[in-house]
């Protein structure tokens, strides 16, 4: 699906328009997912519940990925006006947890690429004795640890906590 319809598409469900902030999208995914939940919701089916996941994760996803870029929201059927107009544009977040995460995430991306490039496809090898990249790999991503325990200690309710955390748990292979 083109990046532009599903941010549009994303907006829409979540009730959103260009220049959302980052509690506002909290939020509505609140409201909504006490609405779509199949189990306490207003429907018995989960569809409802994993488009809203769908979207949510679209729409997290997007401030992650491109914080300092502005895409300006395209008319559909005049949801969002006339394309060709000085339409609002969608900002990311100013939030300071989210550019630490971000900083840690680009961080442990290349750590990680770095690793698997000087590794040139051998198998892994979690033994420090037979694989030295693996102790430079451990070096790369102490302070992304760091980072991301820091957002779990002092902002455990920022929308960054459980990436953060989930980010923490999937790192630990690498100590295994």
Same mark, same amino acid.
């Given at each position: 699906m083109d990046k532009k319809l599903l941010l549009n598409d994303s907006l829409h469900f979540l009730?959103?328009?260009p220049g959302f902030t980052e509690s506002e999208l909290k939020e509505s995914y609140h409201k909504l997912a006490k609405k779509y939940h199949p189990?306490?919701?207003?429907?018995t089916s989960d569809v409802m519940f994993l488009e809203l996941n769908k979207h949510?994760?679209?729409?997290?996803?997007?401030?992650l990925i491109h914080p300092e870029e502005e895409v300006v929201a395209e008319g559909s059927g005049g949801r969002y006006g006339d394309a060709d107009t000085n @339409?609002?544009?969608? &900002?990311?977040? +100013? %939030?300071?947890?989210?550019?630490e995460y971000k900083q840690?995430?680009?961080?442990?991306t290349k750590a990680i690429l770095r690793y698997y490039e000087k590794r040139d496809l051998h198998p892994i090898e979690l033994?420090?004795?037979l694989n030295k990249e693996l102790v430079q790999l451990r070096k790369d991503l102490?302070?992304?640890?760091?980072?991301?325990?820091?957002?779990?200690?002092?902002?455990?309710? @920022?929308?960054?906590? &459980?990436?953060? +955390? %989930?980010?923490?748990?999937?790192?630990?292979?690498?100590?295994?």
């Open positions: 009730g959103l328009s189990d306490s919701g207003e429907f949510y994760e679209s729409l997290k996803d997007y401030l @339409s609002p544009s969608v &900002k990311p977040s +100013k %939030d300071p947890i989210f550019h840690a995430k680009e961080k442990e033994s420090e004795n102490e302070p992304v640890l760091s980072v991301y325990t820091e957002i779990l200690k002092k902002h455990s309710t @920022s929308l960054w906590a &459980k990436d953060a +955390k %989930d980010s923490l748990e999937r790192l630990k292979v690498w100590w295994s």
